[in-house]
């Protein structure tokens, strides 16, 4: 089963690109990578998904290396409403669905 | 289109009582979910629905756990004989497919649900 590794907490500042990394050295051929934001007493809100390469939507990119073994979420000139807890999730079987632990990010004025 | 609902937002019950939690997923998804948070904590994968159908039940943390799903739409978990550990967050999603496919899901609000 792919674990997910992701840092416990960022900081940064309003205007700001931020780059979250998670890593999923097991991750197996049919899985996704998935990101997920939550806010406080939310449950949580689909960001970006993507199986190699670059992925591009309108709120985030998501960088995903050859061997797969570990994904970036990036967050071009964020603000203070960004501050939440970031989930990487990867999997594609209902059973191989593991959520890592979350970033917390801090958005400062 | 409406997201996905739950009910109730709060739930405050004594040991030993029993709980009931409803989900009301997106119309016409037929794949819904059930997870746990703690608090601070991640996301604790509970079951799995497609369709009425729950193919894998291994994430209920014990048999007092149980969850049904009727007409392909809403479900409910309960809970017997609550214990504080019990106490968390309790999450359904639902998505268009469900796995292989890795499609998105749709999280409703959740239930706060307190054991005293």
């Known amino acids: 089963l792919a674990k997910t590794t992701q840092p416990i907490s960022m900081d940064s500042y309003e205007g700001q690109e931020v780059n979250i990394t998670c890593s999923h050295n097991?991750?197996?051929?049919?899985?996704?990578i998935t990101w997920y934001q939550q806010f406080p007493s939310q449950g949580p809100r689909f960001i970006i998904q993507?199986?190699?390469?670059?992925v591009t939507n309108e709120v985030a990119s998501l960088f995903i290396p050859a061997d797969r073994k570990s994904s970036t979420l990036s967050l071009p000139r964020v603000s203070l409403s960004d501050t939440a807890v970031y989930y990487c999730?990867?999997?594609?079987?209902?059973?191989?669905?593991?959520w890592g632990a979350g970033t917390k990010l801090i958005i400062k004025p | 289109g409406a997201g996905v609902s739950q009910s109730p937002s709060n739930k405050v019950t004594e040991k030993g009582k029993d709980v009931e939690l409803r989900c009301d997923p997106i119309?016409?998804?037929?794949?819904l979910y059930w997870y746990r948070q703690s608090l601070g904590q991640g996301l604790e994968f509970l079951i799995y629905?497609?369709?009425?159908?729950?193919?894998?039940k291994s994430g209920l943390p014990s048999d007092r756990f149980s969850a049904e799903r009727t007409g392909g739409s809403v479900s409910t978990l309960t809970i017997q004989r609550t214990q504080q550990e019990d106490s968390a967050v309790y999450l359904c999603?639902?998505?268009?497919?469900?796995?292989?496919?890795?499609?998105?899901?749709?999280f409703g609000p959740g239930t706060r649900l307190t054991v005293l």
């Open positions: 999603a639902s998505s268009l497919t469900g796995p292989p496919r890795g499609d998105t899901q749709y």
């Open positions: 629905f497609q369709g009425n159908s729950a193919p894998d």
């Open positions: 119309s016409g998804h037929t794949a």
């Open positions: 993507g199986y190699k390469t670059k």
């Open positions: 999730l990867v999997g594609s079987y209902y059973y191989q669905l593991i």
């Open positions: 097991n991750i197996a051929t049919n899985d996704y």
